[in-house]
C-alpha cells in the first residue's frame, strides 16, 4: 500500500511517499481502508520538533533519536473497514466510521488497523468522509472542556481561539446549551465563526477582550495566548476559566 513516511524532523520534505506492507489486523482490531485524514497542528508540531522544552527529551527517546523511525504521521481518520479480526463484536466489514489513531498515529496511509475498543466509532450517514476525518481531536477536546465547564443555558461564555478545530466545535457545542458565545480570532475568521453560531465576534488584533471591562460565566482559552490575571478579572463571581494545552507555568498556577 501506499503511505507517507515521516523520515526527517524539520520542514515537509521528511514526508515521501512510499509503497509500505499493508497491515493485517489483531484478534480484537480492524482494518480500515482511509478515505480522508487530516493535518493537524500536532502532527506538523511533531514532525518539525517545535514542542515544550520538557517533551522534547522522552518524545525523541520514543519516535527516535536522529530521525523518527519510518513512522506515517496522523492522527484523524475516516473509511471503511475492509476486514475484522476474530474477537471484534462492535463493527462489520463494510461500515464506515471515523476516529482518533492515537499515539498509534497512522492516518497518512491507505490502510490503518485501529483496536475495536479504541476511539472509533460509525460515521454518521448524512456526513462525508472529509467531515468526519475532522471531528475527532477537536471533537473529543472541545467536549471535554465544555462539559467540565457546566455551561447553563443564559450563561454568557467566551472562547479564546475560536477558530481553530478546538475551538469551532466548542462554539457549536457551547450554543447548543444556549450560551451567549463570544468568539475571539483574528479577522480572516470572524465570518466563519459567525456563520457557526457565534453571538459576538472580537478581532484580537484590534481589541483585548481582558481589557473590555465586559465579564463571562466561563472563559475558555483554547491558545493559552490571554492575560492569565486579565482573564481571572473577566469572570464572573464564580466562574470559571478552562485553558487547553497549559505550559509547565499554568500547570503550576492550576495547583
Not at 70 to 83: D, H, K, W
Not at 183 to 189: C, F, G, H, I
Request: hydrophobic share 40%; proline share 3%.
Amino acid at each position: 500500500m501506499r503511505a507517507v513516511v515521516w523520515t526527517k524532523y524539520g520542514t515537509a520534505d521528511g514526508l515521501l511517499l512510499r509503497e509500505v506492507e499493508k497491515p493485517a489486523p489483531k484478534a480484537n482490531e480492524v482494518l480500515i481502508r482511509v478515505h480522508a485524514s487530516t493535518v493537524t497542528a500536532g502532527d506538523c508540531e511533531l514532525r518539525s520538533f517545535k514542542l515544550l522544552l520538557w517533551l522534547r527529551l522522552p518524545v525523541r527517546l520514543w519516535l527516535g533519536l536522529r530521525n523518527p523511525r519510518n513512522i506515517i504521521l496522523g492522527q484523524e481518520v475516516a473509511g471503511e473497514i475492509e476486514a475484522i479480526g476474530q474477537d471484534v463484536t462492535r463493527f462489520r466489514k463494510g461500515d464506515q466510521v471515523f476516529g482518533w489513531t492515537g499515539y498509534h498515529l497512522g492516518g497518512y496511509a491507505e490502510y490503518l488497523c485501529l483496536p475495536e475498543r479504541g476511539m472509533l466509532t460509525t460515521k454518521p450517514a448524512n456526513t462525508t468522509f472529509a467531515e468526519a476525518a475532522a471531528v475527532p481531536v477537536g471533537g473529543l477536546e472541545a467536549l471535554h472542556f465544555v462539559r467540565r465547564a457546566n455551561i447553563q443555558s443564559g450563561q454568557k461564555v467566551l472562547i479564546n481561539g475560536a477558530g481553530g478545530s478546538i475551538g469551532t466545535i466548542a462554539v457549536q457545542l457551547a450554543k447548543s446549551f444556549g450560551a451567549e458565545v463570544t468568539a475571539v480570532d483574528s479577522t480572516e475568521k470572524l465570518d466563519m465563526l459567525r456563520s457557526l453560531g457565534a453571538d459576538q465576534v472580537i478581532d484580537y488584533t484590534q481589541a483585548d477582550f481582558t481589557r473590555s471591562g465586559l465579564t463571562y460565566d466561563v472563559i475558555f482559552d483554547v491558545v493559552r495566548k490571554s492575560s492569565f490575571s486579565g482573564s481571572l478579572r473577566s469572570l464572573k463571581q464564580n466562574g470559571r476559566y478552562l485553558l487547553a494545552n497549559p505550559g509547565l507555568s499554568q500547570m503550576f498556577r492550576a495547583w
